[in-house]
């Protein structure tokens, strides 16, 4: 049997958390999740191990994605990002920037994300 | 040595923990929170903690200077790039190199020069004043601003992409009055403070009677009324009066308005004919004591609470566009930067 592959899923809207969460715990990944960037990065400190991906909102108060994405890329390099976002083109570059490995704007199809997340896994 | 962040709420707690997950990372921050929270504490705790502590700590006060000149002291210029440009000088981003520049009043930037500021944000690179050859600079920048930059935004008078460049991070300090718990641990810190620089003075803690009145009390000035009215009273008398005179202070010679609480809205802007209403009602024995009476202090209260009011109801009509109120109240830029941050006028969220 496989080991179950553990995705942290960070969004400060929640109906947006427990939509991508919920979707996820059925494809039989392991979920984490933060409804912010502060308690996202305490999650990646104490979880660095067992993370393989990571899905973050852009903008969110306090700690951004873009802020996430920096600091995960610059700490733990082999971690893909997905960055999800509503907010049009200067969150979307700046994620690029911070070297985000997809960007996908909202609303999007969770079976896409699903094939985003494989893809993304698969190439680890 | 860095003064430290003074607080036990749980707002204070959570930005001493976002402090040490992000002071090491170099990103972009944005602090926010009414005049005298505490912006700059923040800035330099940041600093403190971030592996650039041994390099320069550089403050620009960007409300401050008229436009030209901020743009000179932030990129400097060449000899001759202007009339009176008689020898080179550095400007802050060079000084700051491999440190922290703490843009103050982020939101009082012009529009142009903050195309200017975007521009070495995305390359790490700028040109000096009367230079074609563009400077690499190492700078971490962190801001603050009293505005809401998002409402800034919408008035045209900030840039959307710098907006989202800057805000990597964001600290919002929240107002002493919506923590008032934090109010004794400053008391205390600021007592010791003062009891060191003026070491002939015996500064004892407010009693607990004094302390609930303290924290019951507003604080439109924030840490820095505070402090104003521990430094005030130090010097009056010692603190056994000063206790004495906080429980029977009467709340018409505390030093504030009620407008400064709420941001004024056009619809709560204070016309100028409320300022003529009377300080106290003397006959309704809301008046002082009389062992509190002042001429003097009562004149000056007086004043300031009219040209509060004038300065509140201009700046209102302006859009808190600082350099048209002083055109119209004919006072200077400098002055009127000054009584806004004396009578605590605080601008709109």
Same mark, same amino acid.
């Given at each position: 049997?496989?080991?179950?592959?553990?995705?942290?899923?960070?969004?400060?809207?929640?109906?947006? @958390?427990?939509?991508?969460?919920q979707f996820?715990?059925?494809?039989?990944?392991?979920?984490? $999740?933060?409804?912010?960037? @502060?308690?996202? @990065?305490?999650?990646?400190?104490?979880?660095?191990?067992?993370?393989?991906?990571?899905i973050?909102?852009?903008?969110?108060?306090?700690?951004s994605?873009?802020?996430?994405?920096s600091?995960?890329?610059?700490?733990?390099?082999?971690?893909?990002?997905?960055?999800?976002?509503?907010?049009?083109?200067?969150?979307? $570059?700046?994620?690029?920037?911070?070297?985000?490995?997809?960007?996908?704007?909202?609303?999007?199809?969770?079976?896409? @994300?699903?094939?985003?997340?494989?893809?993304?896994?698969?190439?680890? | 040595?860095?003064?430290?962040?003074?607080?036990?709420?749980?707002?204070?707690?959570?930005? &001493?923990?976002?402090?040490?997950?992000v002071?090491?990372?170099?990103?972009?921050?944005?602090?926010?929170?009414?005049?005298?929270?505490?912006?700059?504490?923040?800035?330099?705790?940041?600093?403190?903690?971030?592996?650039?502590?041994?390099k320069? =700590?550089?403050?620009?006060?960007?409300?401050?200077?008229?436009?030209?000149?901020?743009?000179?002291?932030?990129?400097?210029?060449? &000899?001759?790039?202007?009339?009176?440009?008689? *020898?080179?000088? *550095?400007?802050?981003?060079?000084?700051?190199?491999?440190?922290?520049?703490?843009?103050?009043?982020?939101?009082?930037?012009?529009?142009p020069?903050?195309?200017?500021?975007?521009?070495?944000?995305?390359?790490?690179? =700028?040109?000096?004043?009367?230079?074609e050859?563009?400077?690499?600079?190492?700078?971490?920048?962190?801001?603050?601003?009293?505005?809401e930059?998002?409402k #800034?935004?919408?008035?045209?008078? =900030? &840039?959307?992409?710098?907006?989202?460049?800057l #805000?990597?991070?964001?600290? =919002?300090?929240?107002?002493?009055?919506k923590?008032?718990?934090?109010?004794?641990?400053?008391?205390?810190?600021?007592?010791?403070?003062?009891?060191?620089?003026?070491?002939?003075?015996?500064?004892?803690?407010?009693?607990?009677?004094?302390?609930? *009145?303290?924290?019951?009390?507003?604080?439109?000035?924030?840490?820095?009324?505070?402090? #104003?009215?521990?430094k005030?009273?130090?010097?009056?008398?010692?603190?056994?009066?000063?206790?004495?005179?906080?429980?029977?202070?009467?709340?018409?010679?505390?030093?504030?308005?009620?407008?400064?609480?709420?941001?004024?809205?056009?619809?709560?802007?204070?016309?100028?004919?409320?300022?003529?209403?009377?300080?106290?009602?003397f006959?309704?024995?809301?008046?002082?004591?009389?062992?509190?009476?002042?001429?003097?202090?009562? &004149?000056?209260?007086?004043?300031?609470?009219?040209?509060?009011?004038?300065?509140?109801?201009?700046?209102?009509k302006?859009?808190?566009?600082?350099?048209?109120?002083?055109?119209?109240?004919?006072?200077?830029?400098?002055?009127?930067?000054?009584?806004?941050s004396?009578?605590?006028?605080?601008?709109?969220?």
């Open positions: 049997m496989t080991k179950q592959q553990t995705i942290l899923v960070i969004d400060d809207n929640e109906d947006v @958390l427990t939509t991508i969460t996820l715990s059925q494809k039989n990944f392991t979920i984490l $999740s933060a409804s912010n960037g @502060l308690d996202a @990065l305490k999650i990646c400190e104490t979880e660095k191990e067992a993370i393989d991906l990571i973050t909102d852009l903008v969110m108060p306090s700690i994605g873009v802020a996430i994405i600091i995960v890329k610059e700490k733990y390099p082999n971690i893909p990002i997905v960055a999800i976002t509503g907010w049009g083109e200067h969150p979307e $570059s700046l994620a690029a920037e911070a070297k985000a490995d997809i960007v996908m704007e909202k609303p999007f199809d969770l079976s896409h @994300l699903h094939n985003i997340i494989k893809k993304l896994l698969d190439g680890k | 040595m860095v003064i430290p962040l003074i607080g036990v709420s749980q707002s204070i707690e959570r930005i &001493r923990e976002l402090i040490k997950h002071a090491d990372t170099g990103l972009n921050i944005v602090i926010t929170g009414e005049s005298g929270v505490g912006k700059e504490v923040v800035a330099q705790n940041l600093y403190y903690h971030s592996p650039r502590k041994t320069p =700590f550089v403050k620009v006060n960007c409300a401050a200077l008229p436009d030209g000149l901020l743009e000179s002291e932030l990129f400097g210029f060449e &000899r001759g790039a202007f009339t009176g440009a008689e *020898r080179k000088k *550095r400007g802050k981003f060079e000084l700051a190199h491999q440190g922290v520049l703490f843009l103050d009043e982020i939101g009082d930037m012009s529009f020069l903050q195309a200017k500021l975007l521009h070495v944000l995305q390359s790490g690179e =700028f040109a000096p004043l009367g230079s050859k563009e400077v690499k600079t190492d700078t971490w920048i962190i801001a603050a601003t009293n505005n930059l998002e #800034n935004i919408k008035t045209g008078n =900030f &840039r959307e992409d710098l907006y989202y460049r #805000n990597i991070i964001k600290i =919002f300090i929240p107002p002493l009055r923590r008032p718990e934090d109010i004794p641990p400053l008391v205390d810190y600021y007592i010791e403070q003062y009891t060191s620089q003026f070491d002939n003075k015996q500064l004892l803690r407010p009693n607990s009677q004094a302390m609930d *009145r303290l924290m019951a009390y507003h604080w439109p000035g924030n840490i820095r009324e505070l402090q #104003n009215i521990l005030r009273f130090l010097v009056i008398c010692d603190w056994d009066e000063i206790t004495d005179e906080l429980i029977n202070r009467p709340v018409s010679l505390v030093d504030t308005t009620p407008t400064s609480i709420t941001t004024p809205s056009p619809a709560s802007t204070p016309s100028l004919a409320e300022a003529s209403e009377p300080l106290f009602d006959n309704d024995g809301n008046a002082p004591e009389l062992d509190a009476f002042s001429l003097k202090e009562i &004149r000056k209260k007086a004043l300031d609470k009219v040209e509060k009011q004038a300065i509140e109801y201009v700046l209102d302006t859009g808190w566009n600082r350099s048209k109120a002083s055109k119209i109240l004919k006072i200077s830029y400098k002055t009127l930067l000054y009584k806004i004396d009578l605590n006028i605080i601008p709109p969220r």
